[in-house]
């Protein structure tokens, strides 16, 4: 059965979901989920402790245990009907959108790392956060999202980057919109994987104004692959250099920027 675009927790409407979800747990748990009633079309209070046992028990794709919050969000639905019944997408939403993906994946290919380790400085950091206008020294991750869109318009030959000019993750977010960007909040992401596409730029706030961002490169059952600057292995906001990442659709507590249709 195919994920159906939305989060499967207490309450589900759809009586289908629901006897499909129960069926599949009895088999997957081999007879320990004890269901009340396994053909039953509710999903109450019962079957929301047999979830929380079979995500105890489960890992998602990347082999980290899922959340047991008793409720079918794209991970554990992967994990109860496999990874082929949730959409997965690599192809960039528009021509500008996968040029701004290979000119990320080719700062990648280099290595950029800060120059001295945890400085916010280095010959490519700079040269991001000067594209911005922002000054040498401040955190670059938007800078480099920047860049890239900077450096994908030129070698398109379009007149003008379609991106807000800031180095502010959160001043992006709120910008966005004036540029004819969509926003994607995190809520409908998380409920729908699907709605997030590669070329779209994610945004996570950390609070007291500080954020972090970066490029989705790929999508697959509610795991995105990422291209990220001042970032490390940690997926820290203050790391030193740009990484490839993977990360869950659920840590994204912002949302996503999609530049597919502006002109």
């Not at 081999?30 to 995500?55: C, H, I, Y």
């Not at 380790?117 to 956060?129: A, F, H, I, T």
Request: proline fraction near 5%; include cysteine; aromatic fraction near 6%.
């Amino acid at each position: 059965m195919e994920y159906p675009g939305r989060v499967v927790k207490l309450g589900e409407a759809d009586a289908s979901v629901v006897q499909a979800v129960r069926g599949q747990l009895n088999r997957m748990m081999a007879g320990e989920s004890n269901l009340d009633d396994p053909q039953g079309t509710a999903f109450d209070a019962d079957m929301k402790r047999v979830v929380k046992l079979f995500q105890a028990r489960h890992v998602d794709p990347a082999g980290r245990p899922l959340k047991q919050d008793g409720e079918i969000g794209s991970l554990t639905w992967g994990a109860l009907f496999g990874l082929d019944t949730i959409a997965s997408d690599n192809v960039a939403g528009s021509d500008l959108l996968a040029q701004v993906l290979a000119v990320a994946a080719g700062e990648e290919a280099k290595e950029v790392r800060e120059i001295p380790m945890n400085s916010n400085r280095g010959p490519d950091v700079e040269k991001y956060l000067a594209r911005t206008g922002a000054s040498p020294g401040l955190p670059w991750c938007c800078a480099f999202v920047y860049y890239c869109f900077d450096e994908a318009s030129k070698k398109l030959g379009r007149p003008k980057n379609p991106m807000v000019r800031t180095a502010g993750c959160l001043d992006h977010w709120n910008k966005a919109p004036s540029r004819g960007a969509a926003r994607i909040r995190a809520a409908e992401a998380t409920d729908d994987p699907t709605l997030v596409k590669p070329g779209m730029i994610f945004i996570m706030d950390h609070g007291k104004g500080r954020g972090h961002t970066g490029l989705v490169d790929a999508v697959e059952a509610g795991m995105l692959s990422t291209i990220e600057g001042n970032t490390d292995a940690s997926k820290t906001r203050e790391g030193g250099g740009v990484y490839r990442l993977t990360r869950k659709v659920g840590e994204i507590n912002k949302g996503f920027i999609d530049y597919t249709l502006v002109g």
